[in-house]
């Protein structure tokens, strides 16, 4: 007879959805800060809103409360929390100031995270669970959310001519790298926990201190890590590792 996996109570349902509609309360709110000016603010709104992102997913597989239906509005959610707030943000705070161009490349962070999230959609049970193909939507939106908590760093010399190129350009950037083909770590995979269950918990721990300790300066070396890391491990590392897997017949022909 085939197990009933269904959750005991139907309250359970309703678990994440709620924490979905916290993710997309928290982008709009942040939306109306950035109009507002208070671009710190719609900042963290943003930085809220992912935490709310990943917990909604993780409640609905502990749960067993996974449908069709949270799929989709989980993914409209994203669209309005990671794509539209920080689009508005960004747009508002600093490519303004480039006119039509400004606003096109805003627009582009809307545009490719809809298709980025379409994609997924669609390829979800197809794709490998140890990487995404292409930058999450969530990636780039904490990636600009930082970046604003981070201007406080720059000397106040640069930040006029400075800054809004720099907002630009990684705008376009985070915006190419959402509908690419660049392998991002998941980090769904628990083999490597298993495997070092110690070593992995320091290690987080160490990072999670690490970042609370300066959280607006690592915060945003943090994910301009991760978007790294994508491009080395996709144009660097796994060339090489095909090469050598290319030259180990041969080796033993010869």
């Not at 292409?134 to 959310?145: K, N, S, Y």
């Not at 060339?239 to 897997?245: A, E, V």
Request: with cysteine; charged share 15%.
């Amino acid at each position: 007879m085939d197990q009933d996996i269904r959750p005991k109570h139907k309250g359970f349902y309703i678990l994440p959805n709620l924490l979905t509609t916290a993710s997309l309360f928290s982008g709009f709110l942040g939306m109306l800060w950035a109009i507002e000016g208070r671009f710190e603010h719609c900042a963290i709104a943003i930085l809220v809103s992912c935490l709310f992102d990943g917990m909604d997913g993780k409640v609905a597989r502990l749960t067993k409360a996974s449908s069709d239906f949270g799929v989709q509005f989980d993914s409209l959610a994203d669209l309005s929390s990671f794509g539209i707030s920080p689009a508005v943000m960004v747009y508002l705070w600093q490519t303004h100031k480039f006119g039509r161009i400004g606003l096109v490349v805003s627009f582009l962070l809307v545009a490719c995270g809809a298709l980025r999230l379409a994609r997924f959609n669609v390829q979800a049970k197809e794709l490998p669970k140890k990487f995404f193909i292409g930058l999450p939507i969530p990636a780039a939106a904490c990636t600009l959310a930082t970046l604003v908590l981070f201007s406080e760093y720059i000397p106040k010399n640069w930040v006029e001519p400075v800054l809004p190129k720099v907002a630009l350009i990684l705008t376009f950037v985070l915006a190419l790298a959402m509908v690419s083909r660049i392998k991002y770590a998941s980090f769904k995979e628990v083999e490597v926990v298993k495997a070092h269950p110690f070593t992995t918990t320091v290690s987080i721990i160490m990072l999670f201190v690490l970042v609370a300790s300066e959280p607006k300066l690592l915060g945003f070396l943090f994910f301009i890590g991760y978007l790294l890391s994508g491009l080395i491990y996709t144009f660097l590392i796994l060339p090489l590792r095909n090469s050598s897997k290319l030259r180990e017949p041969r080796k033993e022909l010869s």
